[in-house]
């Protein structure tokens, strides 16, 4: 894919609308301010191409000190809350084995940051007891503060001790869209992929109706 090809993903702070911008449209510094069509904020656009890479391999830029990071299109993305090192190890060994690119957080800053230039395809929550942590029950507010044509392409899961993932309702009440056990991380590949093409099928037209809408609009 040429660079010209590339489109930057560009999320609004004021009101969390998500745009995408050509890379070839930006200035040859890489930087360009967008004011948003929906609640006018002036938005800093940065292109991928103009950030130092991290490696090949991962094909990744980042300027971690703005929470920027861009990937490749097509690239699988997930956000990982994950207190317990051994279930976060674990996780992260899942979803690298289905191809995801992973990123930790620790407080709802760093999902703020991270959601603010790119839409991850999965965040995955996991609360060690009953009742969750400051830290957790801060992230699952802003994630319910997203605007929903936001939020649609974000699949939640939220794993501890008392999730049940037939439970629909629970996941609901979660702000989820799925709830499992920690007992159901060893089986997360077959369970995630069931629930996300469940989910594909309920959106899909949904989807594809917007992305012409949005191409149409650039």
Do not use: W
């Not at 029950?137 to 939220?158: A, C, P, T, W």
């Amino acid at each position: 894919m040429s660079i010209g090809d590339r489109k930057v993903d560009v999320i609004c702070t004021g009101c969390s609308r998500h745009y995408k911008i050509a890379e070839e449209k930006l200035p040859s510094d890489g930087v360009a301010y967008f004011t948003c069509p929906n609640c006018k904020e002036r938005i800093e656009i940065r292109a991928p191409s103009k950030v130092i890479s991290l490696s090949a391999r991962e094909k990744t830029v980042t300027t971690e000190s703005q929470g920027f990071e861009s990937f490749e299109p097509g690239t699988k993305t997930a956000l990982v809350y994950c207190p317990e090192s051994q279930a976060r190890e674990l996780l992260k060994k899942e979803l690298s084995g289905l191809g995801y690119e992973v990123r930790l957080i620790n407080q709802m800053d760093d999902i703020r940051s991270r959601l603010r230039y790119h839409i991850y395809d999965l965040i995955i929550l996991y609360q060690n007891g009953p009742e969750p942590e400051d830290d957790l029950s801060n992230i699952q507010e802003y994630i319910g503060s997203l605007l929903m044509d936001m939020r649609r392409k974000i699949f939640v899961i939220h794993v501890y001790p008392s999730g049940n993932r037939l439970d629909s309702m629970q996941a609901f009440s979660m702000g989820a869209d799925l709830t499992i056990s920690p007992s159901d991380l060893k089986g997360l590949s077959e369970i995630l992929f069931k629930a996300l093409d469940a989910k594909e099928m309920t959106y899909k037209v949904f989807f594809e109706c917007k992305a012409k809408v949005e191409e149409e609009a650039l």
